[in-house]
């Protein structure tokens, strides 16, 4: 597709319960990170892929957080036993290369609500 | 430890000012890269500019404009003759490299949300 695509845009969980939340980069993208944002505050960084290895996971605030890309495109971020405080943008970015000095496309987020 | 620090949480100006959001980064790598995103309401952040650390240039396009000096770690931003459209909220971040030359993640400041008022 032209940008990173997240599915879904909204997702209302009650507590307790597991969500995923899909991204699809941009093709031929080798670098994929997801962020999360809560309200007020700007994106913290969760984790990062290169192709289909998971290289820095150290974002992720607990073990109920889980991402894979097996096939090195499509991602999906995982929470097990949503609890209140997850509630939060989770946005998805990826880039063409390596380096940082490549730019980072974003899209245009998952809200979660965990009521 | 790396951190980005936008002092200004929300600015208001009348349509036509100039605007400046302030940007101040800390990091001990002497290699990194300086990154201002825009984020309207639609959510979806939107890429203005990337600088690295050994270029100090500063850099003009359209109304914006950026001032880099390393000598103060700061990374502001200029908007000249604002706009309505302008309004969103800004974030200044900052990336360093892994040492094994792969792309590490962003660290973002808080924001500033700008208002620009007709």
């Known amino acids: 597709g032209a940008g990173v695509s997240q599915s879904p845009r909204y997702k209302v969980a009650k507590r307790g319960q597991d969500v995923a939340l899909r991204c699809d980069p941009i093709s031929g993208h080798v670098s994929l990170f997801w962020y999360q944002q809560a309200l007020g505050q700007g994106p913290e960084f969760l984790t990062y892929?290169?192709?289909?290895?998971?290289?820095?996971k150290s974002g992720l605030p607990s073990d109920r957080f889980f991402a894979e890309r097996p096939e090195g495109s499509v991602s999906t971020l995982k929470i097990q036993r949503t609890q209140q405080e997850d509630s939060a943008v989770y946005l998805c970015a990826s880039s063409l290369g390596l380096g940082g000095n490549t730019e980072a496309f974003f899209g245009q987020g998952t809200r979660l609500t965990v009521v | 430890a790396q951190k980005v620090t936008q002092a200004q949480t929300e600015i208001s100006v009348v349509e036509k000012e100039d605007v400046t959001l302030d940007c101040v980064y800390e990091t001990r790598d002497t290699t990194y890269y300086l990154f201002w995103y825009k984020q309207p309401p639609s959510g979806e952040l939107v890429f203005l500019i990337r600088r690295n650390s050994f270029d100090e240039q500063n850099e003009i396009s359209g109304r914006y404009s950026w001032n880099f000096q390393k000598s103060t770690s700061s990374f502001n931003f200029t908007i000249t003759a604002s706009q309505v459209v302008d309004s969103a909220v800004y974030f200044c971040a900052l990336r360093t490299l892994y040492s094994g030359g792969g792309a590490d993640g962003l660290t973002f400041g808080k924001g500033t949300h700008l208002i620009i008022q007709p």
């Open positions: 892929f290169q192709n289909e290895a998971q290289l820095d």
